[in-house]
């Protein structure tokens, strides 16, 4: 590949790159999970039967959710999504495509409302007739995923299997095989390694460079994409650099994901006057999670959201609530070599429960081969003060008390941790009811 880009100008555009193809290179490292760690192919459904250990490698998960997860393509025309009613239980989620933008909502809270339905997933330009039993899913781009949660009504032996049967009744196949369509297997992935995490290394702007051979060309990106010829990504041609710009681009990428990191830590308000719990950046649910503004597509904002996270909703309900801490209460960045304690007030307001979980600052997933990733107020045991106040520990070991107020770190790892709230009660907006800072106490 031959630029005219000097060093610095080459690097530059190669860091706008990678963070431009952050949300759709995500998108398919999921996909490769799917396909890999599952043993699954389109047509397929994975979940999880009980609720999530390390092994599940997304960003920023929790440990309270049984998932369910589909990839879905439909370059050889629309798919149907079959989502069963919602009876005795619940499937919440999304369809999305692959930028990661929301579609539409699923469930009770969704197109169906709770009352199950066929989705019809469109190809990009699709003109064909829409069937008058199937709820039309357009999309701009061919490939997409589902990701939902099966919800039982508690947590009972017999309420769960009936929120885990309703996943076996999820079906989705090519609407051209709709008068005889194919088995859906659903796999179940508990307990499995499932690596859906992106890497900004050499293959980074490999799987960029597939991205964009399979899917149409956005006319917001239309200049973006004419600009990535300079770096060698053009649409319809190999992907092939020599040595020295593969080395330039591996060193571009890794910078990307350190901005990425940075700019994480800072994005959103505080959500107390000075305060380290930062309530989300409000312009993904502004703009339906296109991250499209007057003054073009806001590309950092949008790689920030999707390096952290995946999966929005369409309609950003108020059925949860979370807030984000980098740092401890001294400002320092929160380290695997510290111990830490947060104190939760009593009185938390969250109608559900509520949720501490820790993840990993370079991958925003779990962390790796970690014991205890979350405790939530559903866990039994957690020890609690006279007033109602409980004590969480965050650590490489647990604290002498035992292990239900403890989250795992480890040494050598900087990480971050979302505290959720299901369920969210007028307190926590009113700002009466206030989480304190993370303290290092080691």
Known sequence: MATTLDTQALHDLAVQAAKWGTPIVSFDAMRQ?????????????????????????????????????LNFNTKDGPVVLEIPAAVGAGLFGSILDAWQVPLIDVGPQGADEGKGGNYLLLPPGYGGAVPADCIAVPSTTYNGYAAFRAISVDSTHAAVERALDLVKHVRVYPLADAANPPATRAIDIAGKLFD??????????????????????????????????????????????????????EAAVHDARQQLISGGSRAGDPFWPDSTWRSPSPLGAKTGFTFVTEDGLAIDERAEMYFMACAPPKTLGKASMYLAAYTDSSGRPLSGDGSYRLRVPPDVPAAQFWALTAYDAETCAFIRNSPKIEVNSYHEGIARHTDGAIDLFLGRSAPSAGAANWVALTPGRSWFTLFRLYGPKPALFDRSWRLPDIVRVG
């Open 33 to 69: 999970a799917f396909f890999r760690d599952a043993g699954a192919h389109y047509g397929d459904v994975a979940y999880l039967s009980r609720f999530a250990d390390w092994r599940l490698l997304i960003t920023t998960p929790n440990a309270s959710t049984r998932y369910v997860y």
């Open 196 to 249: 859906g995490i992106m890497h900004y290394d050499d293959t980074f702007f490999a799987t960029l460079a597939k991205m964009l051979d399979e899917e149409p060309v956005l006319p917001r990106d239309a200049d973006i994409v004419e600009s990535l010829k300079q770096i060698g990504l053009e649409k319809g041609k190999p992907f092939s650099p020599d040595e020295s710009i593969r080395a330039d681009l």
